[in-house]
């Protein structure tokens, strides 16, 4: 396979699993019987014994993470093999582990005791894969990119830390920065994605 057709292949996997990681999300959101923004964490809807979960929203929570997320590996792996520069690489490789992180989310969902760092993993990974990979467009000569690459990360990380430093990863709620962190990981990945075209 050359490199055209790697990069376009890359390119539909990274749509891809953004598109299936979102419509999971939602469509558990709106089939649940009880979830509430203010009230829950995302993972609720994961499992059935939860009052916000059910078999329809685990199998759509669940399965969207953990199908988006082998998505998103092969979206790395297409992205890492693009790139000339270590840091370029080592930043979509990382990126690549933090798509494991999410599909592990599915695979270990809440209650589990794998679950809290699969999770956690997922949202730190992330935003360190994308500020290194800042440093490879920096080098490159692009500063504008290595800017936003690097600026999606710390506005996750701020996100997290806001929210712990103000209520607790305890607190109710935990649904909007875990919903607000996705959102930056689906930017990154669909700006990078269309990059490959």
Request: a negative charge; hydrophobic letters at 55%.
């Amino acid at each position: 396979m050359g490199q055209f057709e790697t990069d376009r292949v890359g390119q539909l996997l990274g749509v891809a699993a953004i598109v299936v990681t979102f419509v999971g999300i939602f469509g558990a959101v709106a089939l649940s019987p009880s979830f509430a923004w203010s009230e829950n964490a995302l993972s609720n809807l994961g499992v059935a014994s939860h009052a916000a979960g059910t078999g329809t929203t685990v199998l759509l929570f669940n399965g969207g993470l953990l199908l988006g997320g082998v998505l998103g590996i092969g979206f790395a792996v297409a992205l890492a093999l693009r790139e000339a520069r270590l840091l370029g690489r080592l930043g979509a490789a990382l990126f690549g582990v933090a798509m494991a992180s999410m599909a592990g989310v599915g695979v270990f969902p809440q209650g589990h005791s794998l679950h809290f760092g699969v999770a956690s993993g997922l949202y730190l990974l992330f935003s360190v894969a994308t500020i290194v990979y800042a440093g490879g467009l920096v080098i490159d000569g692009d500063r504008r990119a290595g800017a936003l690459s690097a600026g999606l990360g710390v506005v996750n990380l701020g996100i997290w830390i806001g929210w712990v430093g103000a209520v607790g990863i305890e607190a109710p709620g935990l649904a909007i920065p875990e919903i607000l962190g996705a959102g930056c990981v689906g930017a990154w990945a669909l700006w990078q994605a269309r990059e490959l075209g």
